[in-house]
């Protein structure tokens, strides 16, 4: 299932969903992004690979994707593709990966921004430029200015804009505003899942694959919001699993409190229910790789929950000896 | 469990469990001396409870909720 090696925890950083030929184009399309950048604008581009490189865990920046944990930007239309039983068009495919990078990378860079995350990203905001221009390009050379595709590009392309930064200006999220905003901002992936499905002229099945992506933005952002609550709270960052957090804890009680009680267990429990409705969805697509996938993550959930909750379980017996709560540990 | 009035509270127990790595090791070795260090006291009985935690388990919650893993996943 996953490779993964000098890593911790285990099954961090490689993931063997990557294919070696898919690999190859991903490499490829990092190369490319590093020399098309330093190029045309060289003190920019050492910013952004210096960027791109601390981005990634390993300190290699084509690994950043790979990790298991990510959403499968790069995936989805390779194995969308795949599940055509067609010839793959290895040169559309490569420029698919091109674009996506380039996209992804686009998002990244105003996402951490608009976060607060972003200690460089100011610095190197004009490289959304490039980032931009570059995930457009890759496309017209299959699809003239008239064909349908661009209507996909844009409404799809300006849903993402629009949801990051709608999301900073809510006050709460519950499900309606994480269906229509924060879903929104992964939901760009349905570019390339269109891109695919005109270039093989399976048009037919472009809204199962769509609607398999949101379902699995959805899991992924909840996932997302579940591991990040502790920098998003920091950051005053309002999530959907900290808007519950502040619906259902105690009057007086902090998140750290009810991320201890119940907070965590009812994000994996959210999670792990969603399993099933992926599921549902992924066997239409007739791809052996999409469900492979899910087993992987739901394995890999299963295995958080466990590594986790036993920290989490720690903690609690701290607090309970020093009796936080009610007999108080008392400063000396 | 929460907070009180003196002393460390829940926010500051799990902010130490994310970012205080040596508090917990010095907790493991050696409780009384790691709580007066934090400007905490404790009872014999406390002290002892402490001495049977499985510490090693903390790293997987500072890994995942201390910005020890990638960060962003979508």
Redesign the interface.
Same mark, same amino acid.
């Given at each position: 299932m996953i490779v993964c090696e000098n890593s911790s925890p285990p099954l961090l950083y490689a993931s063997a969903f990557y294919e070696p030929k898919l690999r190859e184009l991903l490499d490829h399309g990092h190369s490319r992004i590093e020399s098309d950048l330093h190029r045309s604008a060289p003190f920019l581009g050492q910013l952004v690979s210096d960027w791109m490189t601390r981005l990634s865990p390993t300190g290699d920046a084509r690994d950043y994707l790979c990790q298991p944990r990510m959403f499968p930007t790069l995936l989805l239309p390779w194995w969308m593709a795949k599940s055509f039983d067609l010839e793959l068009d290895i040169a559309f495919q490569a420029d698919v990966i091109y674009s996506s990078l380039n996209g992804y990378y686009h998002i990244r860079l105003l996402d951490n921004l608009m976060d607060g995350h972003g200690s460089t990203e100011l610095q190197i905001l004009p490289a959304a430029a490039f980032f931009h221009t570059q995930f457009q390009l890759a496309y017209q050379r299959y699809f003239e200015a008239s064909h349908p595709f661009w209507e996909v590009f844009q409404g799809e392309w300006f849903s993402s804009a629009e949801a990051v930064a709608r999301e900073v200006s809510l006050e709460c999220i519950g499900i309606p505003e994480f269906e229509q905003v924060s879903i929104k901002k992964v939901c760009a992936v349905k570019i390339t899942l269109a891109a695919t499905a005109y270039r093989y002229g399976r048009i037919d099945q472009m809204t199962l694959w769509w609607q398999f992506a949101e379902a699995l933005a959805g899991w992924a952002q909840m996932m997302d919001d579940l591991f990040d609550w502790h920098q998003d709270l920091q950051h005053g960052k309002v999530s959907y699993f900290l808007s519950r957090a502040q619906q259902t804890k105690e009057a007086g009680e902090s998140v750290e409190s009810w991320v201890l009680r119940e907070g965590f267990n009812s994000g994996i429990c959210e999670l792990q229910q969603g399993v099933p409705e992926l599921r549902r969805i992924a066997r239409q697509l007739k791809s052996p790789e999409v469900e492979s996938y899910l087993d992987a993550r739901e394995e890999l959930l299963a295995e958080d929950a466990d590594r986790i909750g036993a920290g989490l379980s720690t903690l609690r017996e701290i607090a309970t000896i020093f009796g936080i709560g009610s007999n108080k540990m008392q400063a000396v | 469990?929460? #907070?009180? !009035?003196? +002393?460390?509270?829940? =926010?500051q $127990? &799990?902010k130490k469990? *994310?970012h205080d790595k040596a508090f917990f090791d010095q *907790?493991q070795a050696d409780p009384a001396k790691a $709580? !007066?260090s934090a400007?905490? #006291?404790?009872t014999p009985e =406390?002290i002892a409870? *402490?001495k049977q /935690?499985?510490?090693k388990? $903390?790293?997987?919650?500072?890994?995942? &909720?201390?910005?020890g893993?990638? +960060?962003? /996943?979508?």
């Amino acid at each position: 299932m996953i490779v993964c090696e000098n890593s911790s925890p285990p099954l961090l950083y490689a993931s063997a969903f990557y294919e070696p030929k898919l690999r190859e184009l991903l490499d490829h399309g990092h190369s490319r992004i590093e020399s098309d950048l330093h190029r045309s604008a060289p003190f920019l581009g050492q910013l952004v690979s210096d960027w791109m490189t601390r981005l990634s865990p390993t300190g290699d920046a084509r690994d950043y994707l790979c990790q298991p944990r990510m959403f499968p930007t790069l995936l989805l239309p390779w194995w969308m593709a795949k599940s055509f039983d067609l010839e793959l068009d290895i040169a559309f495919q490569a420029d698919v990966i091109y674009s996506s990078l380039n996209g992804y990378y686009h998002i990244r860079l105003l996402d951490n921004l608009m976060d607060g995350h972003g200690s460089t990203e100011l610095q190197i905001l004009p490289a959304a430029a490039f980032f931009h221009t570059q995930f457009q390009l890759a496309y017209q050379r299959y699809f003239e200015a008239s064909h349908p595709f661009w209507e996909v590009f844009q409404g799809e392309w300006f849903s993402s804009a629009e949801a990051v930064a709608r999301e900073v200006s809510l006050e709460c999220i519950g499900i309606p505003e994480f269906e229509q905003v924060s879903i929104k901002k992964v939901c760009a992936v349905k570019i390339t899942l269109a891109a695919t499905a005109y270039r093989y002229g399976r048009i037919d099945q472009m809204t199962l694959w769509w609607q398999f992506a949101e379902a699995l933005a959805g899991w992924a952002q909840m996932m997302d919001d579940l591991f990040d609550w502790h920098q998003d709270l920091q950051h005053g960052k309002v999530s959907y699993f900290l808007s519950r957090a502040q619906q259902t804890k105690e009057a007086g009680e902090s998140v750290e409190s009810w991320v201890l009680r119940e907070g965590f267990n009812s994000g994996i429990c959210e999670l792990q229910q969603g399993v099933p409705e992926l599921r549902r969805i992924a066997r239409q697509l007739k791809s052996p790789e999409v469900e492979s996938y899910l087993d992987a993550r739901e394995e890999l959930l299963a295995e958080d929950a466990d590594r986790i909750g036993a920290g989490l379980s720690t903690l609690r017996e701290i607090a309970t000896i020093f009796g936080i709560g009610s007999n108080k540990m008392q400063a000396v | 469990m929460d #907070k009180h !009035e003196h +002393g460390m509270d829940v =926010q500051q $127990l &799990f902010k130490k469990g *994310l970012h205080d790595k040596a508090f917990f090791d010095q *907790l493991q070795a050696d409780p009384a001396k790691a $709580l !007066e260090s934090a400007g905490l #006291k404790a009872t014999p009985e =406390q002290i002892a409870s *402490l001495k049977q /935690i499985n510490y090693k388990s $903390l790293v997987d919650v500072a890994t995942a &909720f201390g910005g020890g893993t990638a +960060g962003n /996943i979508t």
